[in-house]
């Protein structure tokens, strides 16, 4: 290497460990572990909103069935179409529950193989 290359080279360095000192001193930079924690709370505050979507979900599917239902079929049917469409609803919610737990755990996976 040229001398005038690592010269060069030596201020750049200086430069940027300046700016890297001006920046902590600014409190732009934060700590690694106080930022990871951050993360990692929002990420878990997220995924337990992501693993109610199949509760409200079965609801709001035994609402809309039920508000097409009303229009199709005579009130003396109710009975046995309200039992039904509650196993029905209740399949749907344990479907979607395990979809979003294998979406989240394949998401998870990814992000350790990557780390």
Request: proline fraction near 3%.
């Amino acid at each position: 290497m040229e001398p005038s290359e690592a010269i060069k080279l030596q201020r750049h360095f200086d430069a940027m460990m300046t700016m890297l000192d001006f920046s902590k001193e600014a409190g732009q930079l934060v700590p690694k572990d106080a930022h990871l924690s951050e993360v990692h709370s929002y990420a878990r505050a997220l995924r337990d909103q992501l693993l109610m979507t199949p509760n409200v979900a079965e609801n709001e599917f035994k609402r809309l069935f039920l508000q097409l239902l009303r229009t199709q079929i005579s009130s003396d049917q109710w009975p046995s179409v309200q039992g039904e469409l509650d196993g029905i609803a209740r399949s749907f919610r344990v479907f979607l529950k395990d979809h979003l737990h294998q979406v989240l755990e394949a998401h998870v996976e990814g992000q350790l193989e990557d780390s």
